[in-house]
DNA sequence: GATGAATGAGTGTTCATTCAT
DNA sequence: AATGAATGAACACTCATTCAT
C-alpha cells in the first residue's frame, strides 16, 4: 500500500483492523530508521507531518481533487516538485492524512471496548470519543465526508482500508447496540445497523457546521446528543402525531 | 445568477426564498422561449432536462470536479462541445441539479406548515419529507452532500443561493422545535438550533447508504427516526452511566 | 492495444502476423468510419497522418525520448494539447508510425515469396525490399533501429507486436536461406539465423548514413550489398591469412 | 572537453584521434591528482571506475536518457546527489562510457596495422578485433548503437570527438579495402566506403542479439562473417536470378 | 443541433543538479 | 564522501470552453 517513501504512517490502519492496534499510542515512533542522526532527532519526520497538516487544511477547505499539490507546496514555502522529496504523489498525502485519524479513532473505541462497562455507558463513551475528534481531527475528517467516494473510486486498491476501517467500526458499534437490547436497555424494535448509521452520521457531518469557540464546546456537543440519543425529543406529554 | 443559456430553470431557489414559491405546481411552464420549432413541443427542455438528469448521476457517482463534460457527453451519445449549445457551462448544469432539488423541497416543507397541527406532527412530517425526497433526488442530494463545500469556493455569487435556501429550511424546523418546547411538547433543555442540524444531517447522510430495494424503504426510514427522535433509544431501564 | 481515437491504422502489424496481411495495399482504407461527410473527403485522416509524418521525423532525429509533444505540436503549427484531439499519448504516434512500416514492409515480403522462384532470387529480392524501404520509411526506420529496446521496455503489451513482427520476418528470411543451401546453392557451412540476422542488420543500419542524393541511391546500394553478399568480396586470388 | 571533476579519464579519444596514442598501456596513470590518500591508493579511482561500470549496464540497458542518476546512485547504494562528487553530471559519465571503449578500440586497431600484412589478413584481424570488444564493451557498444543520435545532438562540443574518433576509425578500414583492390585481392567493383560502412555495421549491430553462452562465441562471429564476407554466401552453382 | 478541431491554462509528476550540513 | 532537502525547468497529459462549418 504505501511505497519507500511514505513507509512512516500512512495506510497503517488495515494492520490494524486486523487485531492489535499497530503503534497504538506511539505515534512517536514513526521512521525510526532516520534517526541515525541523534541531533535534530525527528526533523525528517516533523518535516514530513508538518507538510501533512498543511496538506490536510487545504484539503478539507477546498476539497482533495480542488487542492493543487502547489497550493500545498505555496503553503509550505516551497516549489510543488519538492513535496515529492517528502512523498510519492498527491495520494500519499491524503492518505497520511485518514490514516492517522482513523488509527487514532479506531484505538481509542478499543480503549472503551476494553473498559467494561453496561452498553449506555460505553454507547455514550463511543459518542463522547467520536465528538472528541472533531476539533484534533477536522481535517482529515472533514476530507473523508467530502472525498470518500472519489477516494474509493481511484483505481488499485490504495484506499481499500477505508472499507476496512469503517466495517471494523460498524461491528464495534452494532454490537453494543445489540448488547443494550439484549439486556432490555434500549427499544428492542429499532434496527442496530440503522440505529449506528443515524449515530455515525449525525456525528460526523457535525465537523460541517462546528466552529471551535461557538456557543457549545464538543464535549458539550456530544451530552446534548446523548440525552436527544438516548431519551430522545419528546417530554411526556404525547399528541395524536400523523401516522 | 444565470447567464442567456440556462434562464429556463436552474437557481430558482433564489426566488422562492423570497416569499411565494416560482412556478409552483407548474415545471411545465420551463423554457417557454423556445417553442420556435411548433411541433414537438417541449422537445427542447425534455432533451435539456435529460441531459441534466445524465449529468447528475455522473456528479453524484464521481463527484462534480472529476466527471468531465465529455463524459457527460458521452453519456448522452454526443460530443462534449455539443453540450454547450444546452448549457453555458458545467457549473450551470449542477446548478440547475441543485435548484430543481431545493425548489421541490421548500415547496413541500412549506405546504407541511400551512397544514397547521401542533409541532410534533409538523415535525415528523418534515423529517417525512426529508427522507422521502431521498429516492426521487438521491443524485442531488449525493451532489449537494460531496460538493457543497467546493460549490461555495467557486468565485462569485452563483451558488449564494444555496446559502439562502439553506437559511431558510433553517428558519422553518427551528420554529417548530421552539414552538414544540413553548408548548411543552419538547424537552426544553436541547439547543433548538442544534438540534436542527442533527435531525437534518441525519435525513440527508442517509443517502450515502441508503440504497432502494433494501430491508427497508424510505417511509419505514423516516419512522425509524421519528421513534428514536422522540422517544429515545433507551427504554425506562436505567442503569448508571459514565457521566 | 489500440484505443478509440487511433483505431484508423496504429499497430495493425499484429493482425498482419497472423495470416492474411489486413488492408494489405489498402492503406486508404483507414477510417472509413468518418466518411460520412462526403465533402473533404478524408480531411481528418490525412490531417492525422501528417502529423504523425511530423513526428516521425523528429522521433528520428532526435529520438523517441528527447522529443516533447510540444515539438510535434509547434511542428504542426498547433498547440501541445490539441495534439491529444488526435492521438491518445505520444506513444499511440510512435505506435502509428512503426506498425505503418512495419505492415508495408511484412506485405511486400509476402508478395516476394509467392512468386516462385530459386532462393537466390528471392533473397534477392528481399534484399532489395529492404533497401528501398529506406528512403520511403527512413525515419520510421531510424526509430526502430534506436529506441527499439525502449519502447519495448514500456509497461503493457502495446509494443509487443514489435516482437511478433520481427519473428514474422526472421521466419521469411531463415526459411529461404535453408532452401537455398538444400539445393546446394548456398554454402552449406554457414549459420542460417546468423546469417540472417547479419543481412538484416547490414540493411537497416545503413539508415544511419544512407541520404539520398549521395553517389548511390538504394537500388544501387541493394546491388552493391547482393554482389558482396553472395559472391564475396575476394577475388580468386588467395593469399594466406592469419587464422 | 571535460569539467574539473573528470579531468582523469573520459573523452581521452579525441587526443588518440591526433596521433600518438594517448597514455596508451597505462590505463594505471589516471587521475593521478587523487593520491592525496597515499593510502588505499586508487580507491577513489576504483570506485569511481566501479560507478562507471554500474551506469554503463543501465545505459545500455534502458538507454541513456531513460537511465536516471537516481537509478544509478541506488545501484551503487548512494543517493543521487552523492554521484555528483565523483562526476560533474551524467553526460561525463557516459562520456567515460564510450571513451573508454573507443580508446581501447583504436589502439586495437593501430597495433593490427603495424603488424605488417596483406590486406586480407589486416582485414581479417580487425574484423576479429570488432567482434572480441562485443564482450568486454558491450554496454558500450549498445549505448554508441543506441544514444549515438541523441549524445551527438547534444550541445556544445563535448560529443565531437565521437565522430572525430569514428572518421580516424574509418580512414583505417578503407585504406586497407583500397589496398586490397590496388592490389588484386579484392574484387574492384565494390565501392570501399560503403563497402566499410557496411562491415562496420554488421559487426556493431551484433551487440544487439548476441549473447555469450550461446552456440557462437564472438571468436566463432567473426570467423563466420569473415568467410562469408570474403567469399560470399553462394557456392559456385549459379542461377539467373532476377536483375 | 451537432461536429471536430483547436485553445490555453493548468495538472501531477519527473529529474538533473545544487548545497549546507 | 555522503546526506537530504530543495530547486527550477520541463514533461505528458487534461479539460472546460470556443467556434467555423
Known amino acids: 500500500m504505501n511505497t519507500r517513501k511514505n513507509s512512516g504512517g500512512a495506510s497503517a490502519v488495515a494492520g490494524a483492523t486486523g487485531g ?4 497504538s499510542g506511539s505515534g512517536a515512533a514513526k521512521r525510526q530508521g532516520t ?10 519526520s516533523e518535516r514530513r507531518d508538518h507538510l501533512v497538516k498543511l496538506a490536510a487544511e487545504l484539503f478539507a477547505r477546498k476539497g482533495f481533487q480542488a487542492t493543487t499539490v502547489r497550493q500545498i507546496a505555496d503553503e509550505a514555502g516551497i516549489l510543488s516538485g519538492s513535496l515529492y522529496h517528502h512523498f510519492d504523489s498527491k495520494e500519499t498525502i491524503v492518505d497520511e ?4 485519524f482513523l488509527t487514532d479513532l479506531i484505538g481509542r473505541y478499543k480503549t472503551a471496548l476494553e473498559q467494561e462497562g453496561d452498553p449506555r455507558a460505553v ?5 463522547r470519543i467520536g465528538f ?22 481511484l483505481p488499485g486498491d490504495r484506499f481499500d482500508y477505508l472499507i476496512r476501517a469503517e466495517d471494523e467500526v460498524e461491528r464495534m458499534w452494532v454490537e453494543q447496540i445489540k ?16 440505529t449506528y448509521r443515524m449515530i455515525r452520521d449525525t456525528i460526523w457531518v457535525a465537523v460541517r457546521w462546528f466552529r471551535p469557540g461557538g456557543r457549545l464546546n464538543t464535549a458539550g456537543l456530544a451530552e446534548h446528543y446523548v440525552t436527544v440519543l438516548f431519551d430522545g425529543l419528546a417530554t411526556g406529554e404525547r399528541t395524536s402525531h400523523k401516522a
Open 20 to 23: 492489535a492496534p499497530p503503534r
Open 35 to 44: 534517526t541515525r542522526r541523534t541531533s535534530s532527532s525527528g526533523s525528517a
Open 97 to 100: 492524512v485518514l490514516s492517522t
Open 123 to 127: 454507547l455514550s463513551e463511543m459518542v
Open 132 to 153: 472528541s475528534t472533531l476539533e484534533p481531527h477536522r481535517a482529515a475528517i472533514t476530507v473523508m465526508q467530502n472525498d470518500w467516494n472519489y477516494l474509493r473510486s
Open 179 to 194: 448488547r443494550g437490547q439484549a439486556e432490555g436497555l434500549f427499544r428492542a424494535d429499532v434496527d442496530p445497523k440503522l
